[in-house]
């Protein structure tokens, strides 16, 4: 059946750390794949997406990594930061709504 | 609006109540959609909507659950005779059109919702 899954529940780094967030996915027709962070009490924030035609994209300190051989999707942060602290989801898609893994939570500290 | 817009922010009902809970997704995104979330987990699909099509209803955990949207405008969910496990955040999100082109899909800060 589908389900996404992430494979730490949580992450600790140091400040200026990359840090590098892992999911795995089992729908090999997703063909859409979505980083979501969420900070305490707030909805999920978009990050950065990417189609099943691609195996990388890079925006604003971040960069997915998308390997469809392995059904593996990794969300690396550069130069983490203390705001970066926040649980982080991963979202696949093939159909009409977005399945998400039960997200990994990462702590920065200073 | 800037963004999808949900009211209200916090709810504690008594169970056995119903409550609605309210979404106004962001002006021109045609496809709107309801999510729910409990305490420490992820987010579980309960229902699509893309413009006037028959929206996909599959995520509903039961019949207490209900959900309206009048064009391309605002949704309303509603949770008939609530129970203790109805309470989470549900949170709403919308895109500029359906999700199955990529269009990011963005969320609203969520409806908290306590059963007591």
């Known amino acids: 059946g589908e389900s996404v899954g992430l494979h730490l529940p949580t992450l600790s780094v140091q400040e200026g750390d990359n840090s590098i967030i892992n999911c795995a996915y089992s729908?090999?027709?997703?063909?859409?794949f979505i980083w979501y962070k969420q900070e305490s009490g707030k909805g999920p924030q978009f990050i950065i997406d990417?189609?099943?035609?691609?195996d990388k994209r890079q925006g604003q300190r971040v960069t997915v990594l998308l390997n469809k051989t392995v059904k593996h999707l990794s969300l690396q942060i550069a130069a983490t930061q203390p705001g970066d602290s926040a649980v982080y989801f991963c979202?696949?898609?093939?159909?009409?709504?977005?399945?998400f893994g039960k997200g990994t939570t990462l702590s920065v500290s200073s | 609006g800037a963004g999808v817009s949900q009211s209200p922010s916090n709810k504690v009902t008594e169970k056995g109540k119903d409550v609605e809970l309210r979404c106004d997704p962001i002006s021109g995104h045609t496809a709107l959609y309801w999510y729910r979330q409990r305490l420490g987990q992820g987010l579980e699909f309960l229902i699509y909507f893309q413009g006037n099509s028959a929206p996909d209803k599959s995520g509903l955990p039961s019949d207490r659950f209900s959900a309206e949207r009048t064009g391309e405008s605002v949704s309303t969910l509603t949770i008939q005779r609530t129970q203790q496990e109805d309470s989470a955040v549900y949170l709403c999100?919308?895109?500029?059109?359906?999700?199955?082109?990529?269009?990011?899909?963005?969320f609203g800060e969520g409806s908290w919702l306590t059963v007591v």
């Open positions: 979202a696949e898609g093939a159909g009409t709504a977005l399945i």
């Open positions: 999100a919308s895109s500029r059109n359906s999700r199955g082109t990529g269009n990011t899909i963005y």
């Open positions: 990417i189609r099943s035609n691609m």
């Open positions: 729908n090999s027709a997703s063909d859409y």
